[in-house]
């Protein structure tokens, strides 16, 4: 889990408005550059794909580096953070590069927080792969995301309005942020990823940190016995089709092949020119040719 340095007590929640032909509803906090929360993309995109008809995902930032006053877990500073992406890269089997923090370190989550609050006033698909492509750009490719220039790139390949974007951002979705840090705390969050299971009578279940796929699932059928798994198409142009980028991780767990062998096929479909391949010092990500 990637750790707040605020010190805060657990509660339960009971707020929320349920959408209406969905049974569970997801209150999932996490932030742009927590790497536990890359660390379980593979389990929420399978998520999505078995049980997205009976749940309902609202993502709220938490604000995991205001700025260099944090300190929590050995981190008080940028080059601490290069070395533990490197681990935790290995740890969760996702591509990660820490040098990031030695060459470009952000100063603060905040501006990426930010921006993809104001991605969710316009879209909130689009809001969603926004969140994936700052992801991307930050853990695989480097690049400093609390920079406009950044999330502005970002913004125009998963199709939002970059002037509205701007707008939203120096004025409304500061205060949707704000909004969020106000309910975390209520919540009691303390880290990331934290996900909140909540069915229509306001019954909770929690699920902190990186768990494997069968916690998130658990979660779901304790509040919902009745939720059915949905059979999905597991070839890779259909799972390429719906999530154009994934590690050798997520494609395993996406379409079941053992890990061992999914990065052999994923390499073997880039040989072909099926799918580029974007390589770090810390594993890789296949991508679909348009």
Known sequence: MCETTDETTNTSSKNTVQSANKTVKLIYYTDPIC????????????????????????????????????????????????????????????????????????????????????AQYQDQNKAQLFMRK???????KKKNIA???????????????????????????????AEDLKLGKKL????????????????TETVYGTRPY???EMAILKLNPNATKSEYSKNWETLFSTYPSLTAKEYAELSGTPRNESEVILNDLSTKGCLSKITTKNGAMWKIKK
């Open 35 to 118: 790497s536990s929360c890359w660390g379980i993309e593979p389990q929420l995109r399978k998520l999505k794909l078995e049980y997205g008809n009976a749940i309902d995902m609202e993502y709220r930032m938490g604000g995991l580096l205001p700025d260099w006053s944090y300190n929590s877990g050995g981190i008080g500073k940028p080059s601490d953070v290069a070395s533990h992406w490197d681990e935790v890269s290995l740890h969760y089997d996702m591509p990660i590069d820490g040098d990031l923090w030695l060459e470009d370190p952000l100063d603060s989550s905040y501006p990426p927080s930010i921006a993809f609050k104001a």
């Open 214 to 216: 069968a916690f998130y």
């Open 134 to 140: 700052i992801r991307e750009m930050v853990f695989l």
């Open 147 to 177: 920079k406009w220039e950044h999330l502005e790139t970002a913004a125009r390949k998963v199709g939002l309005n970059v002037e509205q974007l701007k707008t939203d951002f120096e004025g409304k979705a500061k205060e949707a942020f």
């Open 188 to 203: 009691g969050v303390r880290g990331f990823p934290t996900i909140f299971f909540i069915d229509q009578a306001g019954h």
